[in-house]
């Protein structure tokens, strides 16, 4: 099976910058697409980024032009550079992966979050 575990998550003040970084470990799988969702408490899960096969990108609204998805696909890393942050990004910050193998077939896989919080 497949593990992706996500780290830089952290407290960081308002106008500040934090980097996630989430890496995808196991044997025989590739990647379609992967992605960055996160969910503030009392609030549902909502994809913020993603980055498919062909290294198209997408981003909700409210962080376009302060986040930046990107991939490393020969280490199987994913990462989301976060500039300019605002307490309103303040989650827990998930790491998805659309993946393949020949053994298992295709899913959904999820990182355990990790937390980031932006002060005033």
């Known amino acids: 099976q497949v593990q992706l575990v996500e780290s830089g998550g952290g407290l960081v003040q308002a106008g500040g910058s934090l980097r996630l970084s989430c890496v995808a470990s196991g044997n025989h799988f590739s990647i379609n697409r992967m992605d960055w969702y996160r969910q503030a408490p009392g609030k549902l899960r909502e994809l913020v980024a993603g980055?498919?096969?062909?290294?198209?990108?997408y981003y909700t609204d409210s962080v376009k032009g302060r986040f930046t998805i990107s991939r490393d696909n020969a280490k199987n890393m994913l990462y989301l550079q976060m500039d300019s942050l605002k307490p309103e990004d303040t989650a827990v910050y998930y790491c998805h992966g659309d993946l393949s193998s020949t053994l298992w077939g295709r899913g959904d896989h999820w990182g355990q979050g990790t937390q980031v919080t932006v002060s005033s």
């Open positions: 980055i498919s096969s062909d290294d198209s990108t």
